[in-house]
């Protein structure tokens, strides 16, 4: 077995470009944190979609980690309902 170390993004890991791939990384992360919001609660999916002012089948697309159908904007928003803070840091890449 070869065993192959990966970045620090597993979208360039598999064939993204850099440019998408940071924003793919970054929509995900989001999505993860508003799925384990939604999940400590123990919320139905309508439950969520009622918290949040989305459909049921918006919710259904977050929890399923459908990152294309939602913007980096989005994201932010529902998270900022739920009460967090969310920050953004950009810093210089390692050469």
């Avoid at 998408?20 to 400590?40: C, F, Q």
């Avoid at 439950?47 to 459909?55: K, R, V």
Wanted: no cysteine; aromatic share 8%.
């Amino acid at each position: 077995m070869e065993v192959t170390q990966g970045r620090d993004n597993v979208f360039e890991d598999i064939g993204f470009e850099r440019e998408e791939a940071a924003s793919l990384k970054v929509r995900a992360d989001l999505m993860l944190d508003l799925r384990k919001y939604i999940e400590t609660r123990g919320w139905t999916q309508r439950q969520a979609a009622a918290f949040f002012g989305e459909s049921q089948p918006r919710i259904s697309n977050l929890m399923q980690g459908e990152i294309s159908r939602f913007s980096v904007d989005k994201l932010i928003n529902m998270l900022t309902r739920a009460g967090m803070q969310v920050e953004i840091y950009v810093k210089p890449k390692a050469a």
